[in-house]
């Protein structure tokens, strides 16, 4: 069974870059897509975005110019940087598996336990 | 963006009562639809998928109904372990989005 770990700094001074790094273990990180959820505290959660190992992605068109997103297959790793952070990036960041559907639609099945960033001088 | 509205917002139920939650696009979306269950302080969990499949390991207690915009996640005898809040998320649209989420407490 697959299992996901977010690792990363939980600390970042505003206008500096976010960095997470999201570790794969129990399957292979190919033929899937890999994605970032966030959540503030007492809120909802928020698609950030979506990578796969042929380095096609998305992203929230709200955050888009901020995040860059990459895959390191010989690592089992995929990460997140979220650049220009402020008080309104500090959440729980969630890294996820998705899967594709027959028709190519992708939806999550695996999560990982969630790794908390504060945006704070 | 698809606006996913889900209702109630909270509810209270009993051990053993049968539980729906409504969620409703903004426009229509198949049935592109999830629904997450989130436990306080946890990771959401994966529930369903394609509005009305189960994943994995999932009780045959929950299940999905929908296609369009209205949907509904039924919980058909309430245990002590699901009091969570649920969300609903479409992924037919570019961004993916959420629902607002549905808390289910103890009465």
């Known amino acids: 069974q697959v299992q996901l770990q977010e690792s990363g700094r939980g600390l970042v001074k505003p206008s500096e870059t976010l960095s997470l790094t999201c570790t794969v273990s129990?399957?292979?990180?190919?033929?899937?897509?890999w994605s970032w959820v966030r959540q503030p505290a007492g809120k909802a959660l928020e698609w950030i975005g979506r990578?796969?190992?042929?380095?096609?992605?998305n992203s929230n068109p709200s955050l888009r110019s901020r995040v860059t997103m990459s895959v390191d297959t010989s690592n089992n790793q995929f990460s997140l940087r979220l650049s220009s952070v402020t008080a309104a990036d500090t959440a729980v960041y969630y890294c996820?598996?998705?899967?594709?559907?027959?028709?190519?639609?992708?939806?999550?099945?695996?999560w990982g336990q969630g790794s908390l960033v504060i945006v704070s001088s | 963006d698809i606006q996913m509205t889900q209702s109630p917002s909270s509810l209270s139920a009993s051990v053993g009562d049968r539980v729906t939650i409504t969620c409703r696009a903004s426009q229509g979306i198949n049935n592109y639809l999830a629904w997450f269950q989130q436990k306080p302080g946890k990771a959401p969990k994966s529930l369903i998928y394609?509005?009305?499949t189960l994943q994995s390991g999932v009780p045959s207690k929950f299940s999905g109904s929908g296609s369009g915009t209205d949907f509904t996640l039924t919980i058909s005898s309430l245990q002590p372990e699901d009091f969570a809040t649920y969300y609903c998320?479409?992924?037919?649209?570019?961004?993916?989005?959420f629902g607002g989420g549905t808390k289910v407490e103890i009465k």
């Open positions: 990578i796969n190992t042929r380095g096609n992605s």
């Open positions: 998320q479409q992924y037919f649209g570019y961004p993916v989005t």
């Open positions: 996820a598996r998705e899967h594709s559907d027959s028709s190519g639609y992708l939806y999550v099945e695996s």
């Open positions: 129990g399957d292979s990180i190919n033929s899937y897509y």
């Open positions: 394609a509005a009305s």
